[in-house]
């Protein structure tokens, strides 16, 4: 089948009274258990991948942050030879 999925498993032994709770869980969802462990599990994911991957800035960084867009500094010697360098070697 050229268009399936590839597919893997994940396995995980626990307590049956923890079992217990999951499963009452999907039970009480409409889910099979398996199904419910994998959308559980993946929204977990998304939570930390995304928590992982924001800026946060206090206010007091956001106001530095923004000045500093509303009012940029001259280039200074090390930035001008920068570019010039990369201007040299085709990169700007």
Do not use: W
């Not at 099979?32 to 929204?43: E, R, Y």
């Not at 206010?59 to 280039?75: H, K, Y």
Request: charged residues 30%; hydrophobic residues 45%.
């Amino acid at each position: 089948m050229a268009n399936a999925q590839e597919r893997d498993r994940i396995t995980a032994r626990v307590p049956k009274h923890i079992k217990d709770d999951i499963q009452a869980a999907a039970d009480l969802v409409g889910s099979q258990l398996n199904d419910f462990i994998v959308q559980a599990a993946l929204a977990k994911a998304h939570e930390i991948i995304e928590r992982d991957s924001m800026v946060k800035l206090t206010l007091a960084d956001s106001e530095v942050f923004f000045n500093a867009i509303d009012n940029p500094q001259d280039p200074n010697a090390k930035l001008k030879a920068a570019v010039a360098r990369s201007r040299e070697i085709g990169l700007a």
